[in-house]
């Protein structure tokens, strides 16, 4: 499909960790030129029969691609139980009817780390139209959902001590997944579109200086003996969330992206892309009162842009001229969780040693997993996911507006544009406290100072609000941590548990650390009437939090 | 259920590995005591609307446990496709109509790394009934099969340079998950029983001793600050496959496991036993003409003994009375590799940083799969697994039986005791070339000496032959690796696959290496007739094989 003049990927094998360039080669791969052989007797592997596999078919009824609108509707969202719900259905049988099919004597016998085959031309396929990568060879790779798939890419690139570049504010469990292997992180300064080109430039330069120094005082001062002992590296791999990012909801333009590609080609750092929420990018939020109006035409144009977003626009690889970026998608947002299933987008190179890797971890996905979600996916065809997705996104977009709808009912919240900080750039909203009628005019002034702020995400799960905790009576005593905490820890007796902030900092966070408290709250899967509840509950909380000594 | 006298682990948390020891608290600890509030609303995770999840319900039809007999058949079996056979079925909707009920809500959603709490619940009651450990805190913690099981715990109790003992030839993949992380293996010598006790005590035992050695010289000639990066210590994890063994088909008894049990306690080793064959025990082979008479017999005492080995008499983890085993058992072997599930038996201590290095890695397995196999096993109950179990058993050691069968068809089948090397007690048959007519009487005598031999093995799914190659015309020049090799390749090219033996040496093999050439050759999913084939051809092929040049 490619024309010739897409390059293919670069020689980045340099980037391979010690522990990744001493996995074995595959062990199939003295086998694979006989496998194919007609008539062929495999007594090499321990595989069961699968006439003991006890499961003779396995069936999924699955919604139709249409089963969420593609405008906005009046009742947004329910519990869902009981209601009406068109669906298809399909079986799997344990014997293929005809040879190709899927079937559980395949897909639940042991396989190749590369999963079954329909699933792999699936997601070929997909990445190829949806995100057509700047080079010719990129791989796709199954793998168990983003967190198998950053635990895997992270050690086939970083060694013992290496650091990871990644945003001032980040997604906690890819830390919790590195940080035991003592790799160190280096977190960039963020605006509101995420990751700063400049703040990245700055920080790679100045290391680049740093190494060379410390390279020439190595080789000037030491014994020649000792130069072995003293690995000394910048940062070599970055982790980024480009959209949707988790926690603070932004959403990178393409210049931004093109700009940091750049960088990382200029210092040879490989990007790993963890993007969970690129299906789920939301137009902006617009206040309830001039919604109605402004929806119908934003809607209007949502249709044609979704369309192209997911064709032709948000290429997110294209930039990837050498093969630098590891894409990790997943179906834990646009499916399940539970599939645990994902997939990689990358250069061969890497997805060979990440296939390794897969053998000895996690083996081949879940085989359920995999005859349900391709099942799913050929009954629906290419068009009918892009149906979905397209669905999908307004119905998160329709839980964040609802979630927001209902902070503006419990708070007085105020527009305007930030300009510092990690929201540098976006339309903010302030909240304060909406004046008490049996408050006296002294309390009621000490309110009105905005307690918290945020921007509306432009994509994925989550309002990221800054408390401003400045006005509290304590603030100056015991530190913005300790509020923070106290404030969590008073919701959460009020019934309200929302994720606190300081899980989310990229450094290490101490009782002394200077900054802002905040939340990460999710809309996506709470009910309308528990999130008004949850927003009253938070404005009688926050009441009384500011008068607590 | 255990009494006041059995006691609780033991403190080994001086075992854990550096990595292990580095990672994070569980995150849910903070929220934990708010998680069973009434009312609770949660907008903490980046959890997807349930609603969204395009599968209403999946659904199974299973084998019914009595689907195999448990007495010998004649005809053993077959393709599998197009039989006629018993199915139960079931259906799981996304809401569960009574609290409790198994859903997809829950099963296809983020969930802890402990699993399903129905799974959990199997797991813990069948590990209590079945294995019964000496220590009252046993904990059970479902994985992702035992590829997954033992890489976690490989990590949680090694760190780089660490070394592992295990039994001279052994599982592969299990070396092949440790190897890159530069951790080395200690081989020891094994019998017709597996690993050998008294070469287990010898070589802790002068490891112990040089240990000593070497700290004193450390202490007495190294500068005191240099001690720090002196490491040095004798292996203290042991990787074993007891029952079964990967690639011999050795089970040890009793007696054996308490040696090394004890041996272990002495020298603080842990022990990872990973136990996938061990409900596929199986009778000793009988030759084919023997057989009527003595299996009207053997299966008389065949089913009293299963059903007490399922209940009484295999009790792996009871010796274990200080929480010292961490045991792998899978779903792999008894229901589908597919499955990608399994689950661990070990101390509290361990099994809460093997959940910590698995949020971090699969995360929770495959929801599909949680919801299929506890379905599975909630409709059949604990006492029709185990009938399932019983049968099982059965038709692998017929499939056994009738490989060893086409073997003895197929060339001159003589037993003998051996009483040296790694089969050492062990009754094995030595095969040797039938004589053909067209054969000078010089020709028939140079074959009439044993090609290869084996022993029957006792469990799991592979016949373990060791090739006697001293006679081929090149054996003297290019030695046993290339001859096993070529040997390998000749068969392959014939379209018959083993498993090439020094894959499976835990020493490094080289082209200079002594010793003898192996095949692994697997009867577990081959049909009869594949099975008559493989051996008539392997006895042309060999026929050719010793006189070639």
Known sequence: MYSEKVPEAIDLSHHLSEVSKARAISPLKGLQKYMTKPGLITMAGGTPSPEYFPFSTVSGETLIPESFPLTAQVILFGAGAGKKEKTTSFTINKWPAHTGDLNLATALQYSPATGLAALQKIIQEFS??????????????????????????????????????????????????????????????????????????????????????????????????????????????????????????????????????????????????????????????????????????????????????????????????????????????????????????????????????GETGTAAPCGFSQVMVASLLLNWHYEGYIRWLRALRLQYQQRRDAFIDALADAFQLDMGIEINGHRKGSLVYHASLKPERQFSEKSSMRYSKPLFSFVPPSSGMFVWLKLHLEEHPSYTAVGYKALEFKLWTALAEHGILFGFGSMFSASAVTDETKGDGHFRISFSSTEHDDMKKAASTFALVLREFMKDQ
């Open 128 to 357: 190829e139209k949806v995100y057509q990568p700047g080079y010719k060879n990129f791989t796709t790779l199954i793998d168990a959902g983003n967190t198998d798939g950053w635990g895997r890419a992270a050690l086939t690139l970083l060694n013992q001590g290496d650091s990871v570049l990644c945003s001032e504010w980040t997604y906690p469990s890819a830390l919790a997944g590195i940080r035991p292997w003592g790799i160190k992180t280096v977190p960039i300064a963020m605006d509101g579109q995420g990751m700063r080109s400049d703040s990245l430039r700055e920080t790679l330069a100045s290391w680049d200086e740093a190494e060379r120094g410390f390279k020439r005082y190595v080789l000037e001062l030491l014994p020649a003996r000792l130069n072995a002992l003293t690995t000394y590296s910048g940062p070599h791999v970055m982790y980024i969330i480009p959209v949707g990012q988790n926690p603070t909801g932004a959403t990178m333009e393409a210049q931004r992206k093109k700009e940091i590609y750049d960088i990382c080609v200029e210092f040879d750092v490989i990007i790993v892309e963890d993007d969970p929420y690129y299906f789920l990018q939301q137009s902006p939020y617009v206040p309830k009162d001039q919604r109605h109006r402004r929806r119908c035409l934003l809607f209007d144009l949502d249709r044609r842009e979704v369309y192209r977003s997911t064709r032709t626009e948000f290429l997110e690889v294209r930039f990837d001229y050498q093969g630098r970026v590891i894409r990790l998608d997943t179906f834990s947002k646009t499916v399940a969780p539970g599939c645990r299933l994902g997939w990689y987008t990358c250069n061969p190179q890497f997805a060979e040693r990440l296939e390794r890797a």
